[in-house]
């Protein structure tokens, strides 16, 4: 069973950028999503990206701004994400899109206006 680490979170002013990193306990060569969730809200997908590296998706209100990407030989995948927004800030985890296994503890995004 595959676990997933999140870090690369912080404090950041409105405009900055944060990459966060996605580690897995194993080899992963499968789909693997980015999600968010705001206190209050649902978690969401940001992003997602199929298993030979290209980005199947974004949510309109990160296009342009977040780049996902993928290491397989280092079992990490990435969300760069550039002139945040106060509303990105959320707890974000990265799960299998389709066949999900326990959320990790995630990793804390706080963007200041």
């Known amino acids: 069973q595959v676990q997933f680490v999140e870090s690369g979170g912080g404090l950041v002013q409105a405009g900055g950028s944060l990459r966060l990193s996605c580690a897995a306990s194993g080899s992963t060569f499968a789909a693997i999503g980015w999600y968010r969730q705001a206190p209050g809200n649902e978690r969401e997908l940001v992003a997602h990206?199929?298993?030979?590296?290209?980005?199947?998706y974004y949510v309109d209100s990160v296009k342009g701004r977040f780049t996902i990407s993928r290491d397989n030989a280092k079992n990490t995948v990435y969300l760069q994400m550039n002139s945040l927004k106060p509303e990105d800030t959320a707890v974000y985890y990265c799960?299998?899109?389709?066949?999900?296994?326990?959320w990790g503890q995630g990793t804390r995004v706080t963007v200041s206006s």
């Open positions: 799960n299998f899109p389709f066949h999900r296994v326990g």
């Open positions: 990206i199929n298993r030979d590296g290209s980005p199947y």
